[in-house]
């Protein structure tokens, strides 16, 4: 007779929201995410750290969730791309994204996603340079990237522009 391994127990703040969640003690935050607190939105990819597809926000920088042990992620802030939207309205990433046409297939997109909202977050009007240095771990094997740069470009020109400094 087999017997189930222990599972770990943890409280996650995601998305603002504290989450219990109970899962075997093995899993990546990618594998606990998806399969344990039904957030498929951040994606399965390579698994190896490679491809981006799997990016998150914890304390606000993107880290790949396929590399990271979610029991190794105590009281933390994680953002998803659920979490993107705030009040019903998108975040600027989104809007800019949906706006010049960034996403074909969409795979990509939720770690696009992710990696662009940390960086217009953090960082004053971003250039080209800037986003193509930001963005060197995240594949997309549709767009040629140029609709996704012109869409991180916009998200933090609008988030910028009202800023003194900015
Ligand atoms: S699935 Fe995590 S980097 Fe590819
Ligand atoms: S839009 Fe298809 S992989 Fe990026």
Redesign the pocket.
């Known amino acids: 007779m087999s017997v189930a391994p222990a599972k770990a127990l943890r409280t996650f703040a995601l998305n603002g929201e504290g989450v219990q969640c109970a899962f075997a003690p093995n899993k990546t935050l990618l594998e606990v995410l998806r399969e344990d607190l039904g957030l498929t939105g951040t994606k399965h990819g390579c698994e190896m750290g490679h491809c981006g597809a799997c990016c998150v926000l914890i304390d606000d920088r993107p880290v790949l969730a396929c590399l990271v042990l979610a029991i190794e992620v105590n009281d933390r802030p994680i953002r998803t791309v659920e979490g993107l939207a705030k009040d019903g309205r998108l975040h600027p990433v989104q809007e800019a994204f949906a706006q010049c046409g960034a ?7 939720p770690g696009f996603l992710m990696t662009a909202a940390a960086i217009v977050e953090q960082n004053n009007r971003l250039g080209e340079a800037d986003i193509r240095a930001a963005i060197a771990g995240n594949l ?4 040629g990237y140029t609709k996704i740069i012109e869409a991180i470009a916009l998200a933090s020109d609008r988030m910028h522009e009202a800023q003194p400094g900015g």
């Open positions: 996403a074909q297939c969409g795979y990509c997109t997309c094997r549709c767009t």
